[in-house]
């Protein structure tokens, strides 16, 4: 039972560049979420997905799509990479209220 | 929109010491969630409480919930270096699962 995995744990991009982060959880999970957490600050939400099929935005989407592309999977693209988007990305899932985390996907944008 | 704030932003603590964080929310809460972050890593569930004035222990940590169900606090006992980390308190938002987290307390523990 790996719990909720993401690759990759580290990626530098270029501005202007895209990348997907992957993330897959083996919990069975309907919630799915995706947060961002800049140095020194608590998490914030970026987009949300309910149950397969769904999405919905957080506090800050911009600049980020998403894919739940089955129970499992749900990935976040950034089609265009700004340095604004250095962080290190979170995905958790959840049954009901309690959140599990994955480990984490540091983020650098030049 | 919904807040969560926390208080303080740094904890300085002498190991052995006890201290206490607190969570103020600018909505009533059905529940509050708190989360532990080591350094380098992701957050973990810790607790959750539901009822108004609810106070649940794990080991060395007390957490409460306000009788208003707008705030909260975490208090450690005998702190540990074991105890190091950043404490993230967490409340739903109206709908759904999706939860608004305060900006965390980092405890920093002096041997």
């Known amino acids: 039972n790996a719990g909720v995995t993401q690759t990759p744990k580290f990626q530098v991009l270029k501005t202007g560049q895209s990348m997907t982060l992957q993330c897959a959880q083996d919990?069975?999970?309907?919630?799915m979420y995706w947060y961002r957490q800049d140095p020194g600050m608590g998490l914030r939400l970026i987009y949300y997905?309910?149950?397969?099929?769904?999405?919905d935005k957080g506090e800050v989407p911009n600049g980020y799509n998403v894919s739940r592309l089955n129970k499992r999977e749900f990935s976040l693209r950034l089609e265009s990479a700004a340095p604004s988007q250095t962080s290190v990305y979170f995905c958790?899932?959840?049954?009901?209220?309690?959140?599990?985390f994955g480990p984490g996907t540091r983020l650098t944008v030049l | 929109g919904q807040q969560v704030m926390q208080i303080p932003q740094y904890q300085h603590v002498q190991e052995g010491e006890d201290f206490t964080t607190y969570c103020n929310s600018s909505t009533t809460l059905s529940n509050i969630q708190w989360y532990k972050q080591r350094p380098g890593g992701h957050p973990v569930f810790l607790i959750q409480l539901v009822k108004s004035g609810e106070v649940k222990k794990q080991k060395r940590l007390t957490f409460q919930f306000g009788e208003a169900k707008k705030n909260s606090s975490l208090h450690i006992t005998a702190t540990q270096t074991t105890d190091v980390g950043t404490y993230f308190c967490?409340?739903?938002?109206?709908?759904?699962?999706?939860?608004?987290f305060g900006g965390g307390t980092r405890v920093l523990v002096k041997p």
């Open positions: 919990m069975n999970h309907n919630s």
């Open positions: 967490a409340g739903p938002k109206a709908a759904g699962n999706k939860l608004t």
């Open positions: 958790a899932s959840s049954l009901r209220e309690e959140q599990f």
């Open positions: 997905s309910a149950s397969e099929g769904t999405t």
